[in-house]
């Protein structure tokens, strides 16, 4: 049974950082790319990042480009997404999400003073 847990959100202050993890389970992660959507309240859910999956090979929206890294671990069987300089815009649910397989229960960030 395919799993992804997202974990890490959080409140954080305008400017700071979070770091966002997905931990996945019941498939084989390292043949897989992965991505990290979001949606704010309101808005439909959009692309934040994406990785292949070797990890070579990444992709930003260009609302977070240069503010957020995507990474991986195919030992652990991670994603993960380090999110720098936020923005109150940048509140919304994050969800970890392998194409075929349900959206999760995200985890909530939420950005303000």
């Known amino acids: 049974q395919v799993q992804l847990v997202e974990s890490g959100g959080g409140l954080a202050q305008p400017g700071g950082s979070l770091r966002l993890s997905c931990a996945a389970s019941?498939?084989?992660?390292?043949?897989?790319?992965m991505s990290w959507y979001r949606q704010a309240p309101g808005k439909e859910r959009e692309l934040a990042a994406g990785?292949?999956?070797?990890?070579?090979?990444?992709n930003y929206a260009d609302s977070v480009k240069g503010r957020f890294t995507i990474s991986r671990d195919n030992a652990r069987n991670t994603v993960s997404l380090q999110m720098n300089s936020l923005k109150p815009e940048d509140t919304a649910v994050y969800y970890c999400?392998?194409?075929?397989?349900?959206w999760g229960q995200g985890t909530q960030v939420t950005v303000s003073s």
């Open positions: 019941g498939f084989t992660f390292s043949s897989h790319a």
């Open positions: 990785i292949s999956a070797t990890g070579g090979s990444t």
């Open positions: 999400k392998l194409i075929g397989v349900p």
